[in-house]
């Protein structure tokens, strides 16, 4: 019996030097790009973060009074129809909207005082969730200051869903860090063409533009400042994080951070997939000479997991309570 035993105990052990060795193995090669987290900003990863944290709170209220959206169409690259969520001041019906979207009537002495109002305007940024929605706590922040607020959604993600692929899909299928890249660069072009719908629009300020943006948002919120495009502030949120080790991505985003030109805010929280964009980044925008101007601020942790605070610190009521108060700051000083 006792060399019955010692005989499986020996056949189990090479039994598990066979599964490690093929562990290992497996784990030498490339690996691919990991899958994205396709949560939106503001609900929970698949998988728990570290026990200690603090409860979110009840955003209902905050939530019910945002504002209204409306779905707008524009023309994107490769004349491609894209679409986005708007929010206007005031305005919760397609008949206000067009109304006050007509060229200026000079014989009408009333479209001429409704366009002696023009709006400040920010343009929203969405992270790799595959349906945006707008993020409707976010504008109502915005709006409620008498903003305008327009979330374009970049082909293969919501509301432009049939406009082309989606890039998660393409990276997953690549594989290859660096041509993640080249898709983020490719998707700006959507942010550009968004840009200049929005530009375009008789009630908008255009001396008064703002671009944010989370996570995906964040790396198209730089790539965009990079090319100076007339925006006068820019507020990205977490770029990055989640693709951190990608060091082609790494590069490309310390390239758009060293020859952007407008003020700059990056914000992230204690309890991010990585801090390696602030811990990277915000050394670069600190050296530009103005802190007023070109800053970055770690907040502390927020929430319960990576996901808390990576998407929901920035957009959710309990995350917005906190860094906006300084985000309104940078904002006033940036068009001082």
């Not at 784990?27 to 979110?56: H, I």
């Not at 082309?164 to 393409?170: A, C, E, M, R, T």
């Not at 050394?283 to 319960?304: E, I, T």
């Amino acid at each position: 019996m006792k060399k019955v035993l010692i005989a499986n105990f020996a056949l189990i052990a090479v039994i598990g030097l066979a599964l490690s060795l093929a562990v290992s193995d497996g784990n030498s090669q490339r690996k691919p790009l990991p899958p994205r987290n396709a949560n939106g900003p503001g609900d929970k990863p698949t998988t728990p973060g570290k026990p200690e944290c603090t409860t979110l709170k009840d955003c209902t209220a905050w939530d019910a009074s945002a504002p209204k959206q409306l779905h707008v169409g524009f023309a994107g690259p490769n004349n491609m129809k894209l679409y986005g969520h708007l929010y206007v001041p005031g305005v919760t019906t397609r008949a206000q909207l067009d109304a006050l979207s007509k060229p200026a009537n000079k014989s009408s002495i009333s479209t001429i005082s409704k366009l002696t109002k023009l709006y400040p305007a920010v343009i929203y940024n969405h992270g790799s969730e595959a349906v945006p929605k707008g993020v409707h706590s976010l504008a109502k922040l915005y709006v409620d200051l008498g903003y305008v607020f327009f979330a374009p959604d970049r082909h293969g993600q919501g509301l432009s869903k049939d406009a082309g692929p989606y890039i998660v899909d393409l990276e997953q299928a690549s594989g290859d860090p660096e041509k993640s890249v080249e898709l983020h660069e490719l998707y700006n072009l959507d942010v550009i063409a968004a840009l200049e719908w929005l530009k375009q629009q008789p009630y908008i300020d255009k001396r008064h533009l703002i671009m944010t943006g989370i996570s995906y948002g964040g790396i198209q919120t730089l790539l965009t400042a990079e090319k100076d495009p007339g925006i006068g502030a820019y507020l990205p949120f977490t770029p990055a994080a989640e693709s951190w080790p990608n060091p082609f991505l790494q590069k490309r985003l310390i390239k758009a951070v060293n020859k952007e030109k407008a003020p700059m805010f990056l914000l992230q929280a204690e309890g991010d997939y990585s801090l390696g964009p602030i811990e990277t980044l915000g050394p670069l925008l600190d050296a530009k000479g103005d802190s007023k101007l070109w800053k970055a601020k770690l907040y502390p942790k927020f929430g319960c997991t990576n996901q808390d605070a990576h998407g929901a610190f920035a957009a959710r009521c309990d995350g917005i309570a906190i860094w906006s108060d300084d985000a309104l700051k940078f904002i006033e000083r940036a068009f001082k």
